[in-house]
């Protein structure tokens, strides 16, 4: 069974700074997909960047890029440049390339990151 | 650009009354549309996915039901409220037409409490 495990659950940094949010995942897929979401505080999931398994190079969007370590089952999320409107809920997630129930995806338990001046 | 609307943004309804929660999605053909649940500071749980009209799935059994209407519109509903029912209803949708991997972009949800 897909397990995805966030085991920080509070991050707090200033801002401008680098932070990276932990993520491990279980699977016994082959193919995978691995996503990053933030909740605002107005409860709204944002997208934010993918990895797909089969993938070596890591993603990077904007100020977002991913730490992929396949051997660990591991997915890190770097946030460079902190902003204060970085602060929010970041959700790691994770969906078997070949599960039966579409668009299926195993959610972490989150990390609440606070950013402050 | 497409967007995801979900109606109404907040409830407070009593145990055993009915409920509809609604979304839309714009500027994408034939998506497939997702209804997931969130519990108050906890993580996310996909309840139905429709992949086209008229077609539900229900991946956990809640006590509600969805329907796909049209094209672009996913409900979600019961007759009767319990307490357990009480969060946050996330709409979501994806591009359809098999590649497993799409991104899910989820609307801005719905939050319900029960009295």
């Known amino acids: 069974a897909q397990k995805v495990t966030q085991t920080q659950t509070s991050i707090s940094v200033m801002e401008k700074t680098t932070v990276t949010m932990d993520c491990v995942y279980e699977?016994?897929?082959?193919?995978?997909?691995l996503f990053w979401y933030k909740q605002t505080a107005s409860g709204e999931i944002v997208f934010l960047i993918r990895?797909?398994?089969?993938?070596?190079e890591n993603a990077t969007v904007g100020h977002y890029s991913l730490n992929f370590q396949k051997p660990k089952s591991s997915i890190g999320l770097i946030i460079t440049a902190t902003q204060i409107e970085d602060s929010a809920v970041y959700f790691c997630a994770m969906r078997e390339g070949w599960t039966q129930v579409v668009g299926q995806l195993t959610f972490g338990s989150g990390t609440r990151l606070q950013v402050y001046a | 650009a497409q967007t995801i609307h979900q109606w109404p943004v907040a409830e407070i309804k009593a145990v055993g009354s009915p409920l509809s929660l609604g979304c839309t999605i714009k500027?994408?053909?034939?998506?497939?549309l997702y209804w997931y649940w969130q519990a108050t500071g906890g993580t996310l749980q996909q309840l139905f996915y429709?992949?086209?009209?008229?077609?539900v799935e229900s991946v956990v059994q809640l006590n509600l039901s969805a329907s796909r209407p049209k094209d672009d519109q996913f409900i979600l509903s019961t007759e009767k409220l319990l307490l357990s029912h009480s969060g946050f209803y996330l709409c979501?949708?994806?591009?359809?037409?098999?590649?497993?991997?799409?991104?899910?972009?989820f609307g801005e949800g719905s939050r319900l409490i029960v009295v």
């Open positions: 500027g994408k053909s034939s998506p497939n």
């Open positions: 429709s992949i086209t009209v008229g077609q």
């Open positions: 979501a949708w994806s591009p359809g037409q098999g590649y497993s991997g799409n991104t899910l972009y």
């Open positions: 990895q797909d398994s089969y993938k070596k």
């Open positions: 699977t016994q897929d082959s193919s995978y997909f």
